[in-house]
Each structure stands twice: as C-alpha cells, then as structure tokens.
C-alpha cells in the first residue's frame, strides 16, 4: 500500500475541533480517545487536511491513496462516508469534507492548527468498544439491521445498505450477529464483505454459521458485482499483453529457425509462428486473467492461495479445450494424429502465474492489485520467473508446450517444414532434445509470464458506471416522437452521440418542524453528477400526501413569507372534516389530525420535472428545489429518475 508521509522528514500533527490527527503515529483521537479507521481511509484523510486549501479531485485521490490497486469510484465514496461517520459529519450540512459535484472532496474546516509531533502527547483513552450486554439503551441496532436484511433494489440502496453494514460494524460486530436472528444469507455476507472496510469490525465467519452455502453465495455476487467492470479490464490487458508476448516469441523462433543450418523452413514460418504465438499467448492469458481476477475479487483472506488456484483453473480450462479442439481438428481436417497439449501445462502456468503475482504483490489490500513503477516491474519478472520454472520443470517431465507441440505435429505430417530439428542441433544435439526442449519451453514460460502479468492500465481508476438502460416503455415513446418531429433547425455541438440511460434513487430524511422547507438542489446535482447524466430530464417527486416539490427562491425573510401564506390558505386550527376520527375507518395506530397539511398539499405540486444541462439542474440565478413539509415532523422520502445522456 502506499505511504503517504515520508518518515525522513518532521511531520507535523493536526488539530482541529475535538480532533488530534496524527501521521507520524498514525493515530486519530477525538478527545484524547482514539478512532480507528483502516489504512487507507486514514491515509485519505491526511491527504485532503494536507490539501486542505483545494478541492482534490477523485483523480488524485485514487493516485496517491489507491496507486497500487485498481477500485472504482464505490471505494472512494464508502470512504468518505466512513470517515464522515468517525468524524461526527453530516454530508448535506459539512463541518469537516464537503463533496464537490463533479469533480472531488475538499476538507473545509477553517480552524486546522499544525504542532510539532516530537514532543509531549495526549494520554490516549482506550477506544470505546460495544459489547455483548454492553449496547446503548436506545436500540441502534433495530433499524439498522431491518436494512441489510433483503436484497436492494436498486445501487443507490446498495450503498445505503454498505453503509448500515460499516455503521453496525461500529456499534459492535458481536451484537450486531447476535441480533441478526434467523439465517439472513444476505445480510451476514454483507457484514462480511463490508468486515474489510471498517476499522472496528469483528470476526463475521461463515463457516459454522447458519445456511453457510447461501451466505458464500451472497457474498461472491456482492464481491463480484462490485469488482465486475474492473475484473472484466484486468483480463482484457492481460489477454492482450499474452497475446503480443506470444507473436514475439513466436516470430523470434519463427525467425531463428529460418537461419539455423540445415533448416528446410522457408521464411514463411516467421509470420506463422508469430500468428500461433498470438493466438496461443492470448488464449491462454485471458483464461489465467481471468482466473486471477476473478479470485482476487471472491477471496480477500486467502489471497495468495486464492490467486493460485484462480490461476491453475482458468489456465487448466483453457488449455483442455485447446488441447480437445486442437486433436479433434487435425483428425477431422488433415488426418493427423500428433499428440496435442494442453490442460495439465495450462493447470501447471496458470498456477505458477498465480504464485508469482501473489508474491509480488503481498504487500497490497483494498482491492485489486495493479502494481506501478518499480512494482510492475517486479510483478512482471517474479510472474515471468514463476512460469519459466514451471514450464522447466514440465519438460524435464516430458510435457511440451507450443514450440515442442508444433514439432510433434510437424513430425507426423507429411511435408511439414516447421520441425525445430535444426534448433537442437545449434544446441549440440543431433535433434530435438530433452536440452532443446527444457530450452525452448522455458523461454515460451519466461514470455508468457512477462505477457500476462497485469501491465499497468492507463485508466485504472476511471469512474466505472453501470448505467441503467432506458426502459423500453420509454424508448418506445421516444421513437414515436422521432417518428412524428417536424423538421426543425439542428444545432451541431461536434460531440459523438451517447447512449440514453435512465437513473433511480430514493432520497430519504427526517424532518425537523411542522411546515418545513428542505432544500434538496445540492443532493440532486451530487446525484446526476454520480448517474452521469449530461443532457435529459430530472423527476423529483414526492411520496407522501402532506409533502409538495416546487422550485423557488431560497431566503430566510422569503420562507418565512411562504409559512404565513401555507397559514392563511388552509390554517392549522381550523375545523377539518378529517381531523375527526370517530367519524372515519381504518384510521392508523397515532394517526395526527393532518387535515390542514392534506388541504395545503392538495394546492400545491407533488412533483417537479427539471431541465439538466451540463451534468447539473439547468436552474436560473435564484432558483433552488424544496421538498415543502407540511406535517412534521416525520421521516419522508422523495424519488427521482433522471432520464438522458
């Protein structure tokens, strides 16, 4: 992982609010106790109070903290909501880290003063710990819990549940369990993935926990779902990098064989190996990519077997079905019968890639491993050296692998002209040997491992969406206005067209008085800027009978004009026919007599559909968008969709 700070030169601790931050010691207190945070959401929050003057965009964030590992821009975000969860911070009124939309994280706390961290220290109070039998009176648990317990409808909800995870991670792991009756799959491989990321979590095991297999389920679809984008770009590079290091190779002994004395290969064989080497190289390198990609998402306690054995599988299924193929097609097409390798060599590499990657890259946590600088370079040779050895070590047992496979082949037919006698002989053998082969199958080991081991992707951190489909109900709608537009003058912007899509999410708060107005503008631009929505339409509606949407001016002598207004149109203390509840059915369990908000809502819009320009809310100078309480206050929740490119 990286280091932030140099430990050569003096560093300064930092003091803000109840907060002691300090790097040399790697320690947060908050009044002298301390408040654990993982690595590298420590490291974050030592970055951003360092750039405390500027707004710090994702991408250097991921560059310093996250260098040698590829996340998407879910890690970020759970991070800072983590260390806004430790720090006591609100996202919608920031005292300490503010989002800025579209662009980054700036911490905003004006009163930062910087000490000497050589000196006298605080005694550190012990770190508060919630035990079994030892919870708050007041269940935090409850709700919490009922959170995590079903599936999410949507990756708006999924955060939310990540979210409640790491937050009954806090409170206590133990507890949290123990309250979890039931099975629950989900929820336990929840707490599970979320274990990772939040510094005060306990042991969440699965085996010898309820429905173990369900759990194991849940928790590679989470895994899996999370690191898919990432895992899918990872075997893309790495079947690309084994499939160049397969087309050098082969053209090398394409070309060598050539030249050697006594060589009847015309220099035809120089493209013809290089193409083999290719198609070889890749195959092979997008089954151990794959394999390797796909552990290191599943397993994050057992990496280095993980990466073994995700190795060994995806380079053993390959070459069976090379190996199958292979035979199959030179009996059917040319009659031959040439013994064609495949699986057990790629059992073999696969795992010792595996091994290699694992070994240089031990060092690394939080996420999938993509070594820079230095670090790629010791990756790319100890995987190259991996698979050197264990191609060695599978000719010296009699198992070819390209090169020795294009010899046998070339022996049994009649007029072949790529047999690598000539090759052994330039060793001192009178023909292709056990030298020649340990030689030749070492160096395709060597090449291969160079190829596949991960190269550094350009744009490891890029923000990694799915983005939702338009649904077909509304793609149907916009090929019948298609259909019937009348012609009209076109202004062309130059920028290639994008594919619609269409985003939800469900804004949940409580509100605090009676007639309240919520200013919602800032979470509606902070959520396009996260749909990626550049141009389209925004839907914010409200779900309840006693709430309104509507788009005005925000300030305070004007709000207070708005509450006198709402008063005199329908008043809090006139007579409501609904307000009497002997004269009404099926009324709920403290049901409040509302029929004053039911009046003032019915005069006022439940929802306001937004022009968006530019990734943002395409408002005049004044105008913001309230959720207007009316019978407060309650827990409400507002639902929007955005819909655009």
């Given at each position: 992982m990286s280091t932030l700070i140099c430990p050569n030169r003096s560093m300064p601790r930092y003091c803000f609010g109840e907060f002691v931050l300090s790097p040399r010691r790697r320690l947060l207190l908050r009044n002298g106790r301390e408040q654990p945070l993982i690595p590298r959401y420590f490291d974050l929050l030592v970055f951003l109070i360092e750039r405390r003057g500027d707004a710090v965009h994702r991408r250097e964030i991921f560059d310093r903290v996250w260098s040698d590992v590829v996340v998407s821009d879910g890690a970020l975000s759970q991070a800072i909501r983590t260390?806004?969860?430790?720090?006591?911070?609100?996202?919608?009124?920031?005292?300490?880290?503010?989002?800025?939309?579209?662009?980054?994280?700036?911490?905003?706390?004006?009163?930062?003063?910087?000490?000497?961290?050589?000196?006298?220290?605080?005694?550190?109070?012990?770190?508060?710990?919630?035990?079994?039998?030892?919870?708050?009176?007041?269940?935090?648990?409850?709700?919490?819990?009922?959170?995590?317990?079903?599936?999410?409808?949507?990756?708006?909800?999924?955060?939310?549940?990540?979210?409640?995870?790491?937050?009954?991670?806090?409170?206590?792991?133990?507890?949290?369990?123990?309250?979890?009756?039931?099975?629950?799959?989900?929820?336990?491989?929840?707490?599970?993935?979320?274990?990772?990321?939040?510094?005060?979590?306990?042991?969440?095991?699965?085996?010898?926990?309820?429905?173990?297999?369900?759990?194991?389920w849940h928790l590679a679809r989470l895994r899996l779902r999370r690191g898919a984008g990432i895992a899918a770009a990872r075997w893309t590079t790495a079947s690309i990098g084994g499939g160049a290091a397969g087309a050098v190779g082969g053209a090398v002994g394409g070309f060598l064989l050539a030249v050697a004395p006594g060589s009847a290969a015309p220099p035809a064989v120089v493209p013809v190996l290089a193409v083999i080497g290719a198609g070889c190289g890749a195959l092979a390198a997008a089954g151990v990519g794959a394999g390797l990609s796909i552990a290191e998402s599943l397993l994050r306690s057992r990496r280095t077997l993980a990466l073994i054995a995700g190795g060994a599988v995806g380079g053993g299924v390959v070459g069976l079905l090379v190996q199958l193929i292979g035979r199959w097609s030179l009996a059917v097409l040319v009659g031959v019968d040439a013994p064609v390798n495949g699986g057990l060599e790629g059992l073999v590499i696969g795992g010792a890639a595996g091994l290699g990657f694992a070994v240089a890259t031990a060092h690394v946590n939080g996420g999938l491993a993509a070594p820079r600088g230095l670090g790629r370079l010791r990756a790319a040779m100890m995987t190259a050296g991996a698979c050197g050895l264990a191609a060695l070590g599978l000719a010296m047992a009699g198992r070819s692998l390209v090169g020795g496979t294009?010899?046998?082949?070339?022996?049994?037919?009649?007029?072949?002209?790529?047999?690598?006698?000539?090759?052994?002989?330039?060793?001192?053998?009178?023909?292709?040997?056990?030298?020649?082969?340990?030689?030749?199958?070492?160096?395709?080991?060597?090449?291969?491992?160079?190829?596949?081991?991960?190269?550094?992707?350009?744009?490891?951190?890029?923000?990694?969406?799915?983005?939702?489909?338009?649904?077909?109900?509304?793609?149907?709608?916009?090929?019948?206005?298609?259909?019937?537009?009348?012609?009209?003058?076109?202004?062309?912007?130059?920028?290639?067209?994008?594919?619609?899509?269409?985003?939800?999410?469900?804004?949940?708060?409580?509100?605090?008085?009676?007639?309240?107005?919520?200013?919602?503008?800032?979470?509606?631009?902070?959520?396009?800027?996260?749909?990626?929505?550049?141009?389209?339409?925004?839907?914010?509606?409200?779900?309840?009978?006693?709430?309104?949407?509507?788009?005005?001016?925000?300030?305070?002598?004007?709000?207070?004009?708005?509450?006198?207004?709402?008063?005199?149109?329908?008043?809090?203390?006139?007579?409501?026919?609904?307000?009497?509840?002997?004269?009404?059915?099926?009324?709920?369990?403290g049901e409040p007599p509302n029929g004053h908000a039911h009046c003032r809502a019915l005069l006022l819009p439940t929802a306001a559909c937004l022009n968006v320009v530019g990734g943002r809310l395409a408002l005049g100078r004044w105008q913001r968008v309230f959720l207007v309480e009316l019978d407060g206050p309650r827990p409400r929740a507002i639902s929007v969709v955005a819909v655009g490119e």
């Open positions: 260390i806004r969860r430790v720090l006591d911070d609100d996202r919608r009124e920031p005292r300490f880290v503010r989002t800025v939309s579209r662009h980054g994280y700036q911490f905003v706390f004006v009163g930062v003063t910087e000490e000497e961290d050589d000196g006298g220290w605080p005694d550190k109070a012990a770190p508060v710990a919630i035990t079994e039998g030892s919870a708050p009176s007041d269940d935090l648990y409850g709700p919490l819990i009922q959170q995590i317990t079903h599936l999410p409808a949507s990756r708006t909800e999924e955060e939310e549940q990540r979210e409640a995870a790491e937050t009954l991670h806090a409170l206590g792991t133990t507890e949290a369990l123990r309250r979890l009756t039931g099975s629950h799959p989900f929820a336990r491989a929840l707490l599970r993935d979320t274990r990772w990321d939040a510094a005060e979590a306990g042991p969440v095991p699965i085996l010898g926990g309820p429905d173990v297999i369900s759990v194991a294009i010899h046998a082949i070339t022996q049994a037919s009649i007029g072949g002209q790529a047999i690598l006698t000539p090759l052994g002989r330039l060793l001192g053998e009178p023909g292709f040997g056990a030298v020649s082969a340990a030689l030749i199958s070492t160096g395709e080991g060597l090449v291969f491992g160079l190829g596949c081991s991960q190269p550094e992707n350009p744009q490891s951190h890029q923000n990694l969406r799915t983005r939702s489909p338009l649904p077909e109900d509304f793609r149907s709608l916009r090929a019948d206005a298609s259909a019937r537009r009348a012609p009209m003058d076109t202004i062309t912007t130059g920028a290639p067209a994008c594919a619609s899509s269409c985003s939800f999410k469900r804004i949940n708060l409580t509100t605090r008085y009676p007639t309240e107005f919520v200013d919602l503008t800032d979470q509606l631009n902070e959520f396009l800027a996260a749909a990626g929505v550049q141009a389209g339409i925004l839907n914010v509606q409200t779900l309840h009978t006693t709430t309104a949407v509507v788009v005005n001016e925000h300030e305070p002598l004007l709000l207070s004009d708005f509450h006198a207004c709402i008063e005199r149109i329908a008043p809090r203390l006139a007579v409501y026919n609904h307000d009497d509840m002997s004269r009404r059915a099926e009324v709920g369990v």
